[in-house]
């Protein structure tokens, strides 16, 4: 599959993105009430959601990055997820919170999961994700808070790309077949 930016159809604008951004905030303080959390990012995809959302909380946030990946170069899922960078800090008694950009078979979600779980002891765990493709979902996972539901198509912008382009849109778009 091919994607040229003059195909491309919106499906969440800039400004659709942003209220939901803000929307979720107001959500995640009233949850953590000024408490201390470490947000993480996950690599790639997930780069452009995270800063625009940690921008609208107001604890204290640890910010953190982890990179993961299991897409190829076109737009299936490799169905593997590779750790490429996982070094977090000691996340015991911690309040947590994974900032995904989408959703889609619930790999990278359980994988994420799990892993928090296997090695720390976090006082809260939260997982947030921009989009949410149920259709698509292979294992049972899903996220606590997301801002859009997106059926079975690939999207890019804002974050999510195709061959490593697309993330600098400021909408969310998809490809007409
Ligand atoms: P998973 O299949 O739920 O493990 O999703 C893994 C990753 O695939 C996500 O974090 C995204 O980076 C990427 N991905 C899944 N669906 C799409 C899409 O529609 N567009 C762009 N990237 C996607």
Redesign the pocket.
Known sequence: MEIKLDELKVLYSEEEIHSKIKELAKTLNNIYKGEEVVAIC?L???VIFATDLVRELDMPVQMEFIR?S??GSD?Q?SGK?NAVDIKLPDLNNKNVLII??????????KFLVDFIHMNFHVKTFNFCSLLD?KA?R?VDVKPDYYCFD?DD????GYG???DGYFRNLKYIGYKEF
Do not use: N, Q
């Not at 995904?100 to 979600?109: R, S, Y």
């Not at 198509?153 to 890019?156: A, D, E, P, Q, T």
């Open positions: 996950v790639k995809g997930a993961l299991s897409y737009t899922t997820v995904e950009d989408i959703v889609d078979t619930g790999l990278t979600a493709k698509t292979k997106v198509k690939f999207v890019v999510l790309d195709y």
